[in-house]
């Protein structure tokens, strides 16, 4: 390959490329910097003494022996630092009486999750610090575990938190129009009782946390999704000034949501350096992570739809047990309000009321895992929808037809309250059903269902849409959330042409460094490998609100096109300068500034810098700087949609099931780089047929989490998935420059009950209108047991 | 403490472990970080390395079972400045998204082409399986697998034609992208 001579750089639009990635050199040849490849000389190596029982007083604890093991340079119990651990976060006060436990980063009097951490111990390596670990006696007083959500509402309930009295965190109730009269008046309604499993985000990359005191203050390299927001939350908890706390995100394997958020680990490794004056490292173990990283899902839903006999939807009741675990942590409460104002979906109805009450249990706290509330309200309503349509003896694609939002009645503002910018249902289902082969495969079904066969075929559909772009600040507010949703970028033009990025938005794993780099090519007119993107540490992007809720292209995209609009706004006033005309006579295309109908020769972008870096001859009042800043706050959410069918034959037998095919057209706006968007389509779909399919955190009755351990949490392999098809439609958003959607939590959204509503509909003929998730074979076999049976009963008697 | 002499992607390491160490901890000991830890029950495969040409979970092993082998990592995968085709195809079919299964994924797939250099698209993700990765969803991995395989048999072929025709070597191109570079 020849590199393009200078004078004539490669400035072809960038934006719709599909271009590899930049991040991938390091990924590829194992030079990635991950938190636990760093290890500042003179490092001690933590390790966590964690409560075997769910739910316990603590009484005596005895580190002595531990404190005299060789290599062992301190042990401290939750009694030893309760004086300056202070109470992890949670930033989210959903209601203005809602139950906030303390959560002290170590256990001083009483444990309530198994896994919580009680004792550690610094040492010189990890290996003396484990063994350490065996030599601390800890006195427990069992207390009773607390993990049904109905039976820990009831009265007289074991109290996860005595002080507080009640199990009830919260309750946040939604209402618009009169359900009642829209349920009165319905023909038809159909309840339901959907439960969604607790789920481990289960990143491949374990937590990591390396804390260095420097410079009076401290350094601290983690794993996290959130550089900023950690910063501002460990000055809070610990009262270490803010400016004395950098936080450094490194190259990060995964979060999906699980981290996002601000751990003990961090709190109580920042003290740890503190306290020894040394750096200090923790990496947990998987089974260790699978204990004590937050989970997500677990809530129970009961839903009721209301519908006239032609499959108008009238209303939508929704009543919600949601399990936040022992205690409220970052985000906690607010992740099934998330979900609140997305049952609606994509279709138009009267009213609709929405009760959610958090119930605190004897586990590990629930928070954000990819999609965070929207899987859950997708799964019942696209769920529901499939239910009624088989009440009705319609097709359950027509009845979605006869209630979606129509393509020309954007924008649309739904019963939950949300305005719908754009977007097209129509175009998107007719693509998928094309490319599935809707019909085929029904014609397919119904012969296998004639032939009796043993093997039947059951169609999935899913046509959901998700709120993005979290968020507008000033909706956070209205939901009390504790800060705002804007994200910042700079830009910074270097004297020979090249470009840095700032991003406040931190990746980990998405690509964040070949986008942006895209969007300043394209904006700036230079080429896309003279951009570099520097993000994850709070000393070089001083400004961020990091990364979650499909948020960072739609809003830190949204940031750098600002910030380059800036650039380019300083530069032609220099090049107005340098070429001797009026800045309102020149137009800048492809990096160069040129006066509008002339030869005259240009000025590229790069001259400009350069000219302005000397700064010899600048316009009078310019100053000597292109570098510009931009903070962008979006105007609303943005609305990304798309329908996804999945196809299943079910062994009526062994009760296993095979995905035969699954297609996704997914509407996620303005695409800027494809080869990206589909990699997150895939990923997203893969763990959304996890949860369908295969995974479930489970606790015994004590609660004791008895899948700690990657042999006992079924995460899909490459055997397990199907190839996908995939393809788009584009409506671009309206709510921010670039016009994208987000595009992170899009497959995880939808394909669950997609997946579950096929694996129901081949079990149609049998009678089964559920299948509890994941649908394991045995699941699928007992519920095609139980519905004949039930069958069998009913034409006994 | 045992003495173990281990030589990993080339070079000769001699070192007293403990007996209790895994072969894992004792490459990262030796700053060959590239290989990193994802679970402590071999479920997932992240820390997958060759011992004497074999893939193995580099946590399943004793760093003192190691004693006296050749351990290839993902460190060595490129060689005289260009990338291995997986590593190459992987880039193009983006077959990686936060990149920690990566350096096990390669390895297990280079033992897999090794085995069966044509393999179908249900025997790469057999032979995948335990691998696990939680970002891309498979799809493009297999691809890349598929497509690297392809060009690993073509390179073969160009190669034995070359021999039969007794052409000089040094005259043909090469396919192979430079390290650090292909992604314009």
Partial sequence: MTAAPESTPDTSPQTGRPLPRKEDARLLTGRTRWTDNIEPPGTLHVAFLRSPMAHARIGNVDASRAREMPGVAAVFTGADVADEQGSLPCAWPVTEDMVTPAHPPMAVDEVRYAGEAVACVVARDPESAADALEEIDVDYEPLPAVLDLEEALADGADAVHADAGTNRAYVWPFSNGDVDAAFAGADVVVTRRYRQQRLIPAAMEPRSVVCQPEEGGYTMWSATQIPHVLRLMLATVTGIPEHDIRVVAPDVGGGFGSKLQVTAEEVLLLLLARRLGRPVKWTESRSEGFQTTHHGRAQIQDVSVAADADGRLRGLKVDLLADMGAYLMLVTPGVPLLGAFMYPGIYKMDAYSFTCTGVFTTTMPTDAYRGAGRPEATYAIERIMGELAEELGMDPVELRRRNWIGSGEFPYTTVAGLTYDTGDYEAATDRALDLFGYRELRAEQERRRKDGDTVQLGIGVSTYTEMCGIAPSRMLGELNYGAGGWEHASVRMLPSGKVEVVTGSSAHGQGHETAWSQIAADRLGVPVEDVRVLHGDTRVSPRGLDTYGSRSLVVGGSALVHACERVVGKARVMAAHMLEASEDDLEFEGGRFRVRGTERPAATIQEVALAVFAAHDLPEGAEPSLDSDAAYDPSDFSYPHGTHLCAVEVDTETGAVRIRGYTAVDDVGTVINPLIVEGQVHGGLAQGIGQALYEEAVHDADGTLVTATMADYLLPSAADLPGFTTDRTVTPSTTNPLGSKGVGEAGTIASTPAVVGAVVDALRPFGVRDVPMPCTPERVWRALQEARQARNGGEGR | ?184
Avoid at chain 2, 32 to 51: E, H, I, Q, R, Y
Avoid at chain 2, 55 to 60: F, N, Q
Avoid at chain 2, 156 to 174: C, F, I, K, S, V
């Fill in chain 2, 1 to 184: 403490m045992p003495d173990i002499r281990v030589t990993v992607d080339g070079v000769r390491y001699d070192d007293q472990v403990e007996a209790r160490r895994l072969l894992v901890h004792h490459l990262r000991r030796l700053g060959k970080v590239g290989t990193p830890v994802g679970c402590d029950t071999s479920n997932c495969g992240a820390c997958t390395v060759l011992m004497d040409g074999a893939s193995v979970k580099s946590c399943t092993v004793l760093a003192v079972q190691a004693d006296g082998s050749r351990i290839d990592t993902v460190e060595g995968m490129a060689s005289d400045g260009a990338w291995h085709p997986l590593q190459t195809a992987f880039h193009r079919r983006h077959a990686l998204q936060c990149g920690y299964c990566t350096p096990g994924m390669l390895m297990a797939a280079s033992d897999l082409l090794q085995d069966n250099p044509d393999p179908t698209e249900e025997e790469v993700r057999e032979g995948l399986e335990g691998n696990l990765c939680r970002c891309t969803g498979y799809a493009n991995i297999v691809a890349a697998v598929l497509d690297a395989a392809a060009e690993m048999r073509a390179a073969e072929m160009r190669t034995a034609g070359m021999h039969a025709e007794d052409l000089a070597a040094a005259e043909a191109p090469t396919e192979r992208t430079p390290v650090g570079g292909g992604a314009a």
